[in-house]
């Protein structure tokens, strides 16, 4: 399957109940393997979006193919044995009373004996730093935790595609940083294809593949991180921003007259183009 | 919320029964309270399942509130039978122009009545208490009570707490913008947190559906699978009906 | 369950608990039936009559949630709020006493008898077993009152009044009231045949249902107004809902 | 009041009712006109800890002081005529049919008459960039104008202390940026009191006075920004880290042996540092 696509939408709007128009010609494919990228400001469509893309939202105009079949036409199980989907509000996908058994609810669903499912939830919990909450009831948990335990009920069933919608929001700085990495390591070693959502602009160019940049429902600019995140300019009017380091060396570079070339996105890169420089500076 | 036993001790005696033969055990039991026809019977009843909510040490005032309204029917039933049934009048008197007349047949059964209730509350009391009820939930599928309905009582037993909790956040979430604030503002408040109460639950059904759907769920619950019986425990209920049996018989 | 304010402690309570220790001569049994007042062979009657509509209403179930997978939980969601409308206690004027409504009717009308009847069934069971509210073995006849005769009378009287377009509001009233007095006639039935002992029945039945009147025909007014109530909620907030419950047509909705 | 003490609190123990001990041995106070932050890890007591200095939780040992009165001694008209909350989930707090009528109950639980509490409510939606959503049904936003609202619904009610459990947790980076700018104004300008629990250290340093850190329900360490953010090991130990741009500084001080003085936390502070350096190397 390797670099085959796995998710190809054309949808040409979808409306709202209530006619908000929240999407309109929309045109992205994910191949096999990558890692996405959905940057937006509030309210742009992000997660109608995934909504979309997870056969919830069935009344657009166009296609969405998983796998090449029209998901509309697929049976929620032939969608949700492949796609998982984590919700940006914890408290709309929680809903058995102890950790343990919501955990546990996907596993025991796709038919793994109760020895197989424990050891899925407690690998599952410890990925995400929370197995000594097994027991704890749903309810008495922190915001993060609840966030936590809903990655945990997704990874503990392993599925090829995962849709997710700000995991990272709500997580501490290590919580989030572990996060990544864990995503990334699932992409990289096991070939999940990975779809991400999220307002994190700083967080983005370490981990992505391809970004695309949503506003008031439309596509306005995609890519590799570099190609999307150009002047700050370009993307405050879409309502976001670079990330801090970026958005210092473009000041350096453009402000202070310093000869910096390509704007590094994270600390490693802006690290190495800094001492760089030193170097030039002194041998002048 | 107090008004479950949830919440109490889990590591008392009774607790580790098998729920299943708790279950039928109480029935067996309930049954022979109700077909019995005087009143003695039903006090051993009552005294051996007082003397078991005493032994797993039921809270007194969790114990007082659910006996509060049998006891109140009580009081009433008996108050009727003995003033308006019967036929052995008592005593007769005459207040401001109004003949009151007690009757002692109509109060011996009267109080029959009473004791029938009081045998039959207190063994639902005592399985109440001392079985969870998750573990009363597998116990009724394993009866055979059709999946169906055991899921649904799953359901409705898990949103009783959520409509509640949710009612606790919206109240609190008034308080902080000041609401319940004089009397008709209050009222209020109360229409709106009614209200949102109501559309929330269904958003909220919404929402949970969807969540299992995309975990999997096909319209059947995973169940809990049950454990073998314990020879100790089915031998234990068995003596202490047959023993109950024999009470009812010669009582 | 945590509780962490004294005034919504206050509220719950109110809700909840003093429902039980508020009730009055009339109100003490005025929808539950108490466990053991019934003797043997009635409660085993009134079992075996409840039993039917509960096998119709789990027959509906399977065939409802084969096509829509939210259908068991919403089913279950509305059983969770019938269970808690029926511990609500309602202070009623005129006896100076609580009584509480029993949330039928609106059941009723939203997804109609046969699931209303097992939705009453579940919630009645709940209450029994950890409530001591209602009871195991006048479970059936509590069944018969409050599911069967209430959930009929209000959906009936709701689709009498729609089908000769009577407006929403006054429909959701009607169906509520006389779901509530339904209910009420069928126990006081149940209570005077199951206590007569050697009394007439009649007598007995005239007394009981005397009894009655000074909290169940108020109580009845509001138990309308609240099903009204909830009607026009979802009406006016969300009548996708009523669509898709099959309450409103869609056209009813539009504009 | 300038400079008075607004809360004072004085916590040995705070435990959940179901033995979790959430909070321990807190002493901290909070002066008048001050901009404190929390931080801490997932499951620290941020959000315990700002909803017993609400008054919502009360079974704790020891004592909270707003303006001198044991909290738990005042009524909630008392309390919440001072102190406003926004909640960590926007679904806590929202509870009305619409944007306006939700945004609205707090004004006119204040008696405000229709016209003034109309005027508020339009002025705080304005604030929050949401004045095109007045009608919306709550439960049909996205979650970052969910988010948005109910910070509005305390605005429009002006009180003297606001505690907010991550008020910009979902938001945008837009948005991010002007809620703290519209926080600022507000504590400097009108001298609220304001209390912000958050995770987000690339966001404190530029705004904050105060900065606690909690963790295991414990405060570690408190001052200022500069004094709390120090080496990331300490950092890391609570599971949090430097600001990219504190990090990126380090590194080079630390690492690559760069000349730089004390670490500079936010971007204009980094640029000015490395003009500096630069200018000294070329001096060299
Ligand atoms: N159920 C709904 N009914 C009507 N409109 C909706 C509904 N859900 C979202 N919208 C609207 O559709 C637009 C897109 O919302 P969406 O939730 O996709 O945004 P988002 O990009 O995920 O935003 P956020 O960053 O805040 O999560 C918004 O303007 C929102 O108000
Ligand atoms: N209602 C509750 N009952 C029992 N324990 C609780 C309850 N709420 C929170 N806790 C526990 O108390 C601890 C502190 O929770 P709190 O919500 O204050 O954390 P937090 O710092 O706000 O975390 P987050 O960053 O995830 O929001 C956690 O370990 C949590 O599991
Ligand atoms: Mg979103
Ligand atoms: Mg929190």
Same mark, same amino acid.
């Given at each position: 399957?390797?670099?085959?696509?796995?998710?190809?939408?054309?949808?040409?709007?979808?409306?709202?109940?209530?006619?908000?128009?929240?999407?309109?010609?929309?045109?992205?494919?994910?191949?096999?393997?990558?890692?996405?990228?959905?940057?937006?400001?509030?309210?742009?469509?992000?997660?109608?979006?995934?909504?979309?893309?997870?056969?919830?939202?069935?009344?657009?105009?166009?296609?969405?193919?998983?796998?090449?079949?029209?998901?509309?036409?697929?049976?929620?199980?032939?969608?949700?044995?492949?796609?998982?989907?984590?919700?940006?509000?914890?408290?709309?996908?929680?809903?058995?009373?102890?950790?343990?058994?919501?955990?546990?609810?996907?596993?025991?669903?796709?038919?793994?004996?109760?020895?197989?499912?424990?050891?899925?939830?407690?690998?599952?919990?410890?990925?995400?730093?929370?197995?000594?909450?097994?027991?704890?009831?749903?309810?008495?948990?922190?915001?993060?935790?609840?966030?936590?335990?809903?990655?945990?009920?997704?990874?503990?069933?392993?599925?090829?595609?995962?849709?997710?919608?700000?995991?990272?929001?709500?997580?501490?700085?290590?919580?989030?940083?572990?996060?990544?990495?864990?995503?990334?390591?699932?992409?990289?070693?096991?070939?999940?294809?990975?779809?991400?959502?999220?307002?994190?602009?700083?967080?983005?160019?370490?981990?992505?593949?391809?970004?695309?940049?949503?506003?008031?429902?439309?596509?306005?600019?995609?890519?590799?991180?570099?190609?999307?995140?150009?002047?700050?300019?370009?993307?405050?009017?879409?309502?976001?921003?670079?990330?801090?380091?970026?958005?210092?060396?473009?000041?350096?570079?453009?402000?202070?007259?310093?000869?910096?070339?390509?704007?590094?996105?994270?600390?490693?890169?802006?690290?190495?183009?800094?001492?760089?420089?030193?170097?030039?500076?002194?041998?002048? | 919320?107090?008004?479950?036993?949830?919440?109490?001790?889990?590591?008392?005696?009774?607790?580790?029964?098998?729920?299943?033969?708790?279950?039928?055990?109480?029935?067996?039991?309930?049954?022979?309270?109700?077909?019995?026809?005087?009143?003695?019977?039903?006090?051993?009843?009552?005294?051996?399942?007082?003397?078991?909510?005493?032994?797993?040490?039921?809270?007194?005032?969790?114990?007082?509130?659910?006996?509060?309204?049998?006891?109140?029917?009580?009081?009433?039933?008996?108050?009727?039978?003995?003033?308006?049934?019967?036929?052995?009048?008592?005593?007769?008197?005459?207040?401001?122009?109004?003949?009151?007349?007690?009757?002692?047949?109509?109060?011996?059964?009267?109080?029959?009545?009473?004791?029938?209730?009081?045998?039959?509350?207190?063994?639902?009391?005592?399985?109440?208490?001392?079985?969870?009820?998750?573990?009363?939930?597998?116990?009724?599928?394993?009866?055979?009570?059709?999946?169906?309905?055991?899921?649904?009582?799953?359901?409705?037993?898990?949103?009783?707490?959520?409509?509640?909790?949710?009612?606790?956040?919206?109240?609190?979430?008034?308080?902080?913008?000041?609401?319940?604030?004089?009397?008709?503002?209050?009222?209020?408040?109360?229409?709106?947190?009614?209200?949102?109460?109501?559309?929330?639950?269904?958003?909220?059904?919404?929402?949970?559906?969807?969540?299992?759907?995309?975990?999997?769920?096909?319209?059947?619950?995973?169940?809990?699978?049950?454990?073998?019986?314990?020879?100790?425990?089915?031998?234990?209920?068995?003596?202490?009906?047959?023993?109950?049996?024999?009470?009812?018989?010669?009582? | 369950?945590?509780?962490?304010?004294?005034?919504?402690?206050?509220?719950?309570?109110?809700?909840?608990? =003093?429902?039980?220790?508020?009730?009055?001569?009339? #109100?003490?049994?005025? +929808?539950?039936?108490?466990? %053991?007042? @019934?003797? $043997?062979?009635?409660?085993?009657?009134?079992?075996?009559?409840?039993?039917?509509?509960?096998?119709?209403?789990?027959?509906?179930?399977?065939?409802?949630?084969?096509?829509?997978?939210?259908?068991?939980?919403?089913?279950?969601?509305?059983?969770?709020?019938?269970?808690?409308?029926?511990?609500?206690?309602?202070?009623?004027?005129?006896?100076?006493?609580?009584?509480?409504?029993?949330?039928?009717?609106?059941?009723?009308?939203?997804?109609?008898?046969?699931?209303?009847?097992?939705?009453?069934?579940?919630?009645?069971?709940?209450?029994?077993?950890?409530?001591?509210?209602?009871? =195991?073995?006048?479970?059936?006849?509590?069944?018969? #009152?409050?599911?069967? +005769?209430?959930?009929?009378? %209000?959906? @009936?009287? $709701?689709?009498?009044?729609?089908?000769?377009?009577?407006?929403?509001?006054?429909?959701?009233?009607?169906?509520?009231?006389?779901?509530?007095?339904?209910?009420?006639?069928?126990?006081?039935?149940?209570?005077?045949?199951?206590?007569?002992?050697?009394?007439?029945?009649?007598?007995?039945?005239?007394?009981?249902?005397?009894?009655?009147?000074?909290?169940?025909?108020?109580?009845?007014?509001?138990?309308?107004?609240?099903?009204?109530?909830?009607?026009?909620?979802?009406?006016?907030?969300?009548?996708?809902?009523?669509?898709?419950?099959?309450?409103?047509?869609?056209?009813?909705?539009?504009?």
């Amino acid at each position: 399957m390797e670099n085959s696509v796995r998710l190809d939408l054309d949808i040409k709007s979808f409306k709202y109940p209530d006619n908000t128009v929240a999407l309109s010609d929309i045109q992205i494919s994910m191949k096999s393997g990558e890692f996405t990228g959905l940057l937006g400001s509030n309210g742009s469509g992000k997660t109608t979006l995934l909504k979309v893309m997870d056969g919830l939202l069935k009344d657009f105009d166009g296609s969405v193919l998983l796998d090449g079949t029209e998901i509309r036409r697929l049976s929620p199980k032939e969608i949700y044995r492949k796609i998982g989907l984590i919700f940006q509000n914890p408290d709309e996908q929680l809903f058995a009373p102890t950790v343990f058994e919501d955990v546990a609810f996907g596993p025991l669903n796709m038919g793994f004996s109760e020895a197989e499912t424990s050891e899925r939830v407690l690998g599952a919990l410890r990925d995400v730093d929370m197995e000594h909450y097994a027991q704890k009831s749903i309810h008495n948990l922190s915001f993060g935790q609840k966030k936590r335990i809903c990655i945990a009920g997704l990874l503990a069933m392993g599925h090829e595609i995962l849709l997710m919608d700000e995991p990272t929001a709500g997580l501490d700085p290590m919580g989030e940083y572990r996060m990544m990495r864990l995503l990334t390591e699932l992409n990289r070693k096991k070939g999940v294809t990975i779809v991400m959502a999220t307002h994190s602009v700083d967080l983005v160019p370490v981990f992505l593949d391809n970004l695309y940049i949503l506003s008031r429902g439309k596509i306005v600019r995609g890519g590799s991180p570099e190609e999307v995140f150009t002047a700050p300019k370009d993307m405050e009017e879409v309502k976001l921003r670079l990330p801090h380091i970026a958005e210092m060396i473009y000041k350096l570079k453009h402000e202070d007259k310093i000869g910096f070339g390509k704007i590094p996105l994270t600390v490693g890169e802006a690290r190495r183009e800094i001492l760089k420089i030193m170097e030039d500076v002194k041998e002048d | 919320m107090q008004i479950f036993s949830e919440h109490l001790r889990k590591d008392h005696g009774l607790s580790g029964i098998d729920a299943r033969v708790k279950l039928v055990f109480a029935l067996v039991l309930l049954g022979l309270v109700l077909s019995y026809k005087g009143f003695i019977f039903p006090v051993v009843v009552l005294a051996g399942c007082l003397s078991g909510c005493i032994y797993i040490r039921v809270p007194l005032k969790i114990f007082l509130l659910r006996f509060s309204e049998p006891l109140f029917i009580i009081i009433i039933l008996v108050l009727l039978k003995f003033f308006f049934s019967g036929s052995e009048v008592m005593f007769s008197v005459e207040v401001f122009g109004i003949n009151i007349t007690g009757h002692s047949d109509g109060l011996k059964e009267g109080l029959t009545i009473a004791c029938r209730i009081l045998g039959a509350v207190s063994v639902l009391a005592l399985l109440g208490f001392s079985t969870p009820f998750t573990a009363l939930m597998s116990a009724l599928s394993w009866l055979r009570v059709p999946k169906g309905f055991v899921e649904i009582l799953m359901f409705a037993y898990r949103y009783i707490f959520v409509i509640l909790e949710d009612a606790q956040v919206i109240y609190n979430a008034q308080r902080n913008r000041l609401g319940y604030a004089g009397f008709r503002r209050g009222l209020g408040s109360f229409g709106t947190l009614t209200g949102s109460l109501v559309l929330k639950a269904f958003d909220r059904s919404h929402a949970i559906t969807v969540s299992m759907i995309q975990r999997g769920y096909d319209g059947d619950m995973p169940m809990l699978k049950h454990k073998p019986f314990r020879a100790l425990e089915v031998s234990g209920a068995l003596v202490i009906v047959s023993v109950m049996g024999v009470a009812w018989k010669i009582l | 369950m945590r509780i962490q304010n004294s005034g919504f402690k206050i509220i719950i309570l109110s809700l909840s608990t =003093l429902c039980a220790s508020l009730f009055t001569a009339s #109100s003490a049994y005025a +929808m539950h039936i108490s466990e %053991g007042i @019934l003797p $043997f062979n009635w409660a085993l009657l009134w079992s075996l009559a409840a039993m039917p509509f509960v096998a119709w209403g789990l027959y509906k179930l399977k065939k409802e949630s084969s096509v829509d997978l939210s259908f068991k939980p919403l089913v279950g969601l509305m059983a969770a709020v019938v269970f808690i409308i029926s511990c609500m206690p309602i202070p009623v004027p005129t006896a100076g006493t609580c009584s509480h409504p029993c949330g039928t009717g609106i059941a009723g009308i939203l997804v109609g008898p046969a699931i209303s009847i097992l939705i009453t069934a579940v919630a009645l069971l709940i209450q029994a077993l950890f409530l001591a509210h209602g009871g =195991l073995s006048t479970w059936g006849a509590d069944i018969v #009152s409050m599911g069967v +005769m209430g959930s009929f009378a %209000g959906y @009936l009287t $709701f689709k009498t009044l729609r089908s000769v377009k009577i407006n929403l509001a006054v429909s959701g009233f009607m169906a509520g009231l006389l779901a509530d007095w339904a209910t009420y006639l069928m126990t006081s039935v149940e209570l005077a045949s199951g206590i007569r002992g050697d009394e007439a029945f009649m007598p007995l039945f005239l007394k009981i249902l005397i009894a009655f009147i000074p909290t169940q025909l108020p109580l009845g007014i509001l138990e309308g107004a609240m099903t009204a109530g909830m009607v026009m909620l979802l009406y006016r907030k969300r009548p996708d809902l009523l669509v898709k419950m099959r309450v409103l047509k869609p056209e009813e909705v539009a504009g």
